[in-house]
């Protein structure tokens, strides 16, 4: 089988293009039940998933796990609120790359902000500033997406390789790529975090308080 680099980066860069995130006025104003919560994400999140109607969303094990995990708020009369869908599509994407712990630092702002009233700084005000961030970023993203891609058509061009060889390289070096920037921007979001729960304080003490190990003499 014959790999055509250009034509699948190009198809999944036009792809990216299509992000359909859920906007502030689309999320329903009035409370519902789980089955309609998880009707709902499943409707408008299966695009964000891998496999795009295979893969799970949130399951009602999954939303029942985090309000134990005390990353949202329990169902007022097994009801969930626009509140409770806007932490659930923050929680929906950082699910991926951060632990529970880390997503509970990060949105305990956010949770301190549940349900307050529209004249002050609430959910709703929060995640349409989000919604914005994320747009202007898309483009930037693609350009830089790009650009790493262009530079691994760089590589192994000096190699005695065959064309399907040299294609399948290139690629090696162009997911290397992708791996490395998502690596050191989540070791600087675990930094951040653990900055903020004192936790990089606290193994920096720890490790102070280790003695070294005095050789034993013969």
């Known amino acids: 089988m014959t790999i055509d680099n250009d034509d699948l980066i190009n ?10 995130a859920i906007k502030l006025e689309d999320i329903p104003n009035i409370d519902l039940y789980m089955d309609q919560l998880t009707t709902f994400m499943d409707e ?5 998933t891998r496999h795009p109607g295979e893969d799970k969303i949130l399951t009602k094990t999954m939303i029942n796990n985090y309000a134990k995990n005390d990353l949202l708020p329990p169902p007022v009369r097994k009801k969930y ?6 932490l659930l599509i923050f929680i929906f994407y950082l699910k991926n790359i951060l632990s529970i712990n880390d997503i509970q630092t ?3 702002p956010l949770k301190n902000r549940f349900h307050h009233s ?22 930037p993203c693609i350009d830089d997406l790009k650009k790493k891609y262009e530079k691994s058509l760089t590589t192994f061009e000096d190699d005695n390789l065959s064309d399907e060889e040299k294609k399948k390289m290139q690629m090696f070096s162009f997911i290397t790529l992708l ?6 921007k989540k ?9 903020i ?10 490790k102070k308080k280790e003695k070294p190990a005095k050789d034993k003499k013969k």
């Not at 408008?44 to 964000?48: M, N, S």
């Not at 070791?187 to 900055?195: A, C, G, P, V, W």
């Open 118 to 139: 529209d004249d002050e700084l609430n959910l709703s005000k929060i995640y349409e500033l989000a919604y914005e961030l994320q747009k202007e970023e898309l483009e």
């Open 81 to 86: 609120s626009k509140d409770h869908l806007i």
């Open 106 to 108: 990060l949105l305990e």
């Open 197 to 206: 729960t004192g936790a990089g304080d606290n193994a920096a003490k720890d």
């Open 179 to 184: 791996s490395y920037d998502v690596y050191v």
């Open 11 to 20: 198809s999944i860069m036009a792809s990216l293009g299509r992000i359909d």
């Open 187 to 195: 070791l600087l979001i675990e930094k951040i975090l653990d900055n």
């Open 44 to 48: 408008r999140l299966k695009k964000a």
